[in-house]
């Protein structure tokens, strides 16, 4: 399939969403040891700071998406000269933000009253800015086009992190430095790899007409930003008035968790589907992909959270109810982003010339941002109210945070379904989601059965183990399962015949 046939709503559902959604399946194990490698050479203490370093730098990169998104949308209807204009004025804004955290960086270390010796960790952060915003518009560019090239990207970033991590962290014993270090470099890799997949995009001239509208239409970003740096704030007060321990509790959870929202990679092709014109079908027939995956991720995180808890350290086990609150927000937020790509792809405000603020403000999108800003309100109102008027133990305020979370996500839940199914005409699938649930279910009912100390290689047996239930109960009651194994089969086999991976879904 040719380039622009993709970008003309040809880009294949399947075999795109196998392949990112598998790179992230890969990811989990090269994260783990990642992740390993880092709690097991620093103390809890070190290790929320890590986790706040992000917090911070998240408030330096959140022009990052602004560009890219309405980038990816002009790419996805063959706009010419977006490419070069995009990534160009991307990399422009990542400079500026760098050198604004330089400015600043000592003043915020003090205010968060962060030790001295973590000034070095926090310095080296600032090139993570820059990269942020150079690989957010290079994957803007080859995901309408070739979404599968961001997971292959990802395999690469994973890899390389998890090399330079063995070298940095446990051979050179740098710590905390070694791990910020690794990353960066590992991303510096993965941006490497994004260019040779565009650069035969970028030899369109730049053109001062995109730039214009997209800042003008960048009110609307601004207006998503501002909801979502109001919604990061929780984990700054989660740090402040919890603690770094407290922190460390979260951030450790939320790793075990996000591993669930990693199905919605399955849905990577139908934004772009949608955006140069699809069918309702599709979204069903995504809907079915995604929950396939998501429903016995989310119950098994339930099941086995104190072992996978264990695995990463002993200390943090007693967080396992933590690790249930943010699986369960994880599969909510799951559904509700597929919900977000239908009514993103389908909205049509800026696909003629000019583009209006009224119009924007009218828009679908403004709409759906709108939303997320009764959800930021609820969690970081309550967040600050309980944090600020109790005193809470560290897994305590964890679990708080937690809590607030998965309530927010629920109550956004049905209104972003009911504007999705206003925009495009789809059929949830029911009676699928009640086949995955139930061989969920009897999937986790054999490994409650079957107990096993928390070892790492018992729990990742256990992990393997599980799957096998859940898949073979699953292609007992569902057909719709079985044939998609049939189709993988003979995928597999023109890929070996023809020694092309692009036939796996042919």
Request: charged letters at 10%.
């Amino acid at each position: 399939m040719s380039e622009s046939g993709a970008a003309n709503g040809r880009v294949r559902l399947k075999y795109s969403g196998f392949v990112v959604f598998a790179s992230r399946m890969l990811s989990i194990g090269t994260g783990l040891i990642f992740t390993l490698m880092v709690t097991r050479n620093v103390s809890p203490e070190a290790y929320g700071v890590y986790g706040n370093i992000s917090d911070v730098v998240s408030y330096f990169t959140l022009a990052s998406s602004i560009i890219p998104f309405w980038l990816t949308r002009a790419v996805a209807r063959m706009q010419p000269g977006s490419s070069r204009t995009g990534l160009t004025v991307n990399a422009l804004m990542g400079i500026a933000f760098t050198g604004a955290y330089l400015a600043v960086y000592p003043i915020l270390i003090q205010a968060l009253g962060v030790g001295a010796e973590y000034l070095p960790v926090y310095l080296i952060a600032a090139f993570t800015i820059l990269e942020g915003h150079v690989i957010a518009a290079l994957e803007a560019i080859a995901y309408p086009r070739r979404p599968e090239v961001l997971g292959f990207g990802l395999l690469l970033f994973e890899a390389s992190k998890v090399v330079l991590g063995f070298i940095l962290i446990i051979g050179l014993g740098m710590g905390l430095s070694g791990a910020l270090a690794s990353t960066i470099v590992a991303w510096l890799l993965q941006a490497w790899f994004y260019f040779r997949h565009v650069r035969g995009e970028l030899g369109e001239g730049f053109s001062w007409a995109y730039v214009k509208k997209w800042f003008k239409a960048s009110l609307l970003n601004v207006y998503s930003i501002v909801c979502s740096r109001i919604y990061a704030f929780t984990s700054i007060l989660l740090f402040v008035y919890g603690g770094e321990v407290s922190r460390a509790y979260y951030g450790a959870a939320s790793t075990l968790a996000s591993i669930v929202g990693y199905s919605s990679s399955l849905a990577i092709a139908l934004y772009p589907r949608l955006l140069s014109g699809s069918k309702p079908e599709d979204v069903t027939e995504t809907l079915k992909l995604v929950l396939m995956f998501a429903i016995p991720m989310s119950v098994g995180a339930l099941v086995l959270s104190q072992e996978l808890l264990y695995m990463l350290n002993p200390s943090y086990a007693v967080a396992w109810v933590i690790v249930v609150l943010l699986s369960l927000n994880s599969l909510l937020s799951t559904v509700s982003s597929l919900f977000e790509s239908t009514v993103s792809g389908s909205e049509r405000v800026d696909s003629e010339g000019h583009l209006s603020v009224i119009r924007l403000v009218k828009s679908r999108l403004f709409k759906l941002i709108t939303l997320s800003y009764v959800q930021t309100a609820v969690v970081v109102v309550l967040a600050y109210l309980i944090f600020s008027s109790s005193t809470l133990s560290s897994v305590g305020a964890a679990l708080c945070l937690s809590s607030l979370n998965l309530l927010g996500t629920g109550l956004t839940f049905l209104p972003k379904y009911l504007m999705a199914k206003g925009s495009v005409d789809f059929k949830f699938p029911w009676v699928s989601t009640g086949k995955y649930l139930a061989a969920s279910l009897v999937m986790a009912s054999t490994l409650w059965l079957l107990q096993a100390p928390p070892k790492l290689g018992l729990t990742i047996g256990r992990v393997a183990f599980g799957a096998l239930v859940y898949f073979a109960v699953l292609l007992a009651v569902d057909v719709e399962a079985r044939g998609l194994l049939k189709a993988l089969r003979r995928g597999v086999q023109r890929t070996l015949n023809s020694g092309r991976l692009a036939d796996l879904f042919s």
